[in-house]
T-cell receptor
């Protein structure tokens, strides 16, 4: 099983450019998440999707949009990238139907640099 | 709002010795879950151990164990017989057991193993 797959692994953008980070999971999980990781700040939730067709804001949603395309895929879009969005982005999923003690399964992250 | 605090940005331990990483959290809920994740240099997020708040018995996974003090809202991780492969960032995380599915992370502790 591939688990949670994120693409791309690395990306460099110029200020004002747009891009979409892709995430797909093959574990039939209901819930999917996007986090960003910054030095000294841990992982902060950007958006999450409890099920196909639903999305909710997390702690730091400004400047981002998401799409839960189907049960497998959850994309994160930066419409106009800013240097403050330089970060490592993680996608994660969890099997909601197993109860809330289910741990998150993470992708390997995307390192994004905005110049 | 729930918060998770890791007060030790960095720790080091001699190989084969024991080290304890601290974590405290703030919540008004009584039913929740706590997790420790490991992030090696590969950037992958790996679940180390989990604890259900309603269980008094401390969780154990091989060389990893926790000291869960619910009244004190403390959740420390003990690593016994430290190995070079234990070198990583360690994140403490909290998740309430209903409604909100978000996983809230601490800022992390970087663990160095001294040969």
């Amino acid at each position: 099983n591939a688990g949670v797959t994120q693409t791309p692994k690395f990306q460099v953008l110029k200020t004002g450019q747009s891009m979409t980070l892709q995430c797909a999971q093959d574990m039939n999980h209901n819930s999917m998440y996007w986090y960003r990781q910054d030095p000294g700040m841990g992982l902060r939730l950007i958006y999450y999707s409890a099920s196909e067709g639903t999305t909710d804001k997390g702690e730091v949603p400004n400047g981002y949009n998401v799409s839960r395309l189907n049960k497998r895929e959850f994309s994160l879009r930066l419409e106009s990238a800013a240097p403050s969005q330089t970060s490592v982005y993680f996608c994660a999923s969890s099997p909601r139907d197993r109860g809330y003690n289910s741990p998150l399964h993470f992708g390997n992250g995307t390192r994004l640099t905005v110049t | 709002a729930q918060t998770v605090t890791q007060s030790q940005p960095e720790m080091s331990v001699q190989e084969a010795e024991t080290v304890t990483l601290s974590c405290t959290y703030d919540t008004s809920e009584s039913d929740y879950y706590l997790f420790w994740y490991k992030q090696p240099p590969s950037r992958q997020m790996i679940l180390v151990i989990r604890q259900e708040a309603y269980k008094q018995q401390n969780a154990t996974e091989n060389r990893f164990s926790v000291n869960f003090q619910k009244a004190a809202k403390s959740f420390s991780l003990k690593i016994s017989d430290s190995q070079l492969g234990d070198a990583a960032m360690y994140f403490c995380a909290y998740r309430v057991n209903f409604g909100n599915e978000k996983l809230t992370f601490g800022t992390g502790t970087r663990l160095t193993i001294i040969p």
